[in-house]
Antibody, heavy 118, light 110 residues
Framework: QVQLQESGPGLVEPSGTLSLTCTVSGGSISTTNWWSWIRQPPGKGLEWIGEIYPSGNTNYIPSLKSRVTISLEKSKNQFSLRLTSVTAADTAVYYC???????????WGQGTLVTVSS | QSALTQPASVSGSPGQSITISCTGTSTDVGTYNLVSWYQHHPGKAPKLMIYEVTKRPSGVSNRFSGSKSGNTASLTISGLQAEDEADYFCCSHAGIYTYVFGTGTSVTVL
């Protein structure tokens, strides 16, 4: 089973850009699976952010679509999340996830806490 | 899209069975047989336990089972063990580019 590990800054300033990378091991990111980012703000429920397919096709939750980009780095077996114009409301534990087919989440990273604060 | 409703906590003694409910609406749980369940030990990666309402991934104990009736899905843990103590949350597909998650349930083994 694949393993996923999130990495990136734990602190981002308001109005800045949140950037996280997910490194996939034990399997290729180029397989026929979607790869997602999911987040959980402190004390709140989980929220699916978006997903990417090995072809580069992406889907995003409408409420974040204007601020989010998910991309692939196949040579490094990684995929990334970029969220612009962040506010305190974007403070959350961010998970990278391998999707199952259909419509479930097969493997998760441990999650990384990103705090938006000056 | 509102979160799926789960009880905040459920407890049971070793060997007992417990059931965790996950209540949604006719636009998510009630429409799609695409409910999944996850076990989460804090600080670790969440683990898929059930998908497509009743299917169990390879390697997951058959003590875990899922079901659905109307707008409510359920996860049953039979023969409760100490290692089952964790947080559990459900998730449902809810249309194009939409997933909705449950509020989460803390399971305590007494």
């Amino acid at each position: 089973q694949v393993q996923l590990q999130e990495s990136g800054p734990g602190l981002v300033e308001p109005s800045g850009t949140l950037s996280l990378t997910c490194t996939v091991s034990g399997g290729s990111i180029s397989t026929t699976n979607w790869w997602s980012w999911i987040r959980q703000p402190p004390g709140k429920g989980l929220e699916w952010i978006g997903e990417i397919y090995p072809s580069g096709n992406t889907n995003y939750i409408p409420s974040l679509k204007s601020r989010v980009t998910i991309s692939l780095e196949k040579s490094k077996n990684q995929f990334s999340l970029r969220l612009t114009s962040v506010t305190a409301a974007d403070t959350a534990v961010y998970y990278c996830v391998k999707n199952g087919d259909p419509f479930y989440f097969d493997s998760w990273g441990q999650g990384t806490l990103v705090t938006v604060s000056s | 899209q509102s979160a799926l409703t789960q009880p905040a906590s459920v407890s049971g003694s070793p060997g007992q069975s417990i059931t965790i409910s996950c209540t949604g609406t006719s636009t998510d749980v009630g429409t799609y047989n695409l409910v999944s369940w996850y076990q989460h030990h804090p600080g670790k990666a969440p683990k898929l336990m059930i998908y497509e309402v009743t299917k169990r991934p390879s390697g997951v104990s058959n003590r875990f089972s899922g079901s659905k009736s109307g707008n409510t899905a359920s996860l049953t843990i039979s023969g409760l063990q100490a290692e089952d103590e964790a947080d559990y949350f459900c998730c449902s597909h809810a249309g194009i580019y939409t997933y909705v998650f449950g509020t989460g349930t803390s399971v305590t083994v007494l």
